[in-house]
Nanobody, 117 residues
Framework: VQLQASGGGLVQPGGSLRLSCTTS????????MGWYRQAPGKQRESVAR???????NYSDSVQGRFTISRDNTKNTVYLQMNSLKPDDTALYYC????????????WGQGTQVTVSS
């Protein structure tokens, strides 16, 4: 199983980034896909998750600024991040699992997002 995340980088506060994650080795359409993040010295946290039918779940800290979506024909999940803040700086991980309420089963390698002027 591979989850390959991309799209991270350095952006100024207020800017936008779009993360992508392509998968192999899983039946993409059967999985709940998600994004987690971990900042230095902080616990890893769930950012957004999207169920098979498109139901989404966001953390309070990103609600209204981030949008998760999926393309089942491309085995890819996206995270559109707008109005970025320095507190969004973290390593972002793509995840896959069987339930939107349980911890993910599979994790990608992470892509770094840095928000700084």
């Amino acid at each position: 199983v591979q989850l390959q995340a991309s799209g991270g980088g350095l952006v100024q506060p207020g800017g936008s980034l779009r993360l992508s994650c392509t998968t192999s080795g899983i039946i993409f359409g059967d999985n709940v896909m998600g994004w987690y993040r971990q900042a230095p010295g902080k616990q890893r946290e769930s950012v957004a998750r999207i169920a098979r039918g498109g139901i989404t779940n966001y953390s309070d800290s990103v609600q209204g600024r981030f949008t998760i979506s999926r393309d089942n024909t491309k085995n890819t999940v996206y995270l559109q991040m707008n109005s970025l803040k320095p507190d969004d700086t973290a390593l972002y991980y793509c995840t896959a699992g069987s339930s939107i309420v349980r911890s993910p089963t599979y994790w990608g390698q992470g892509t770094q997002v840095t928000v700084s002027s």
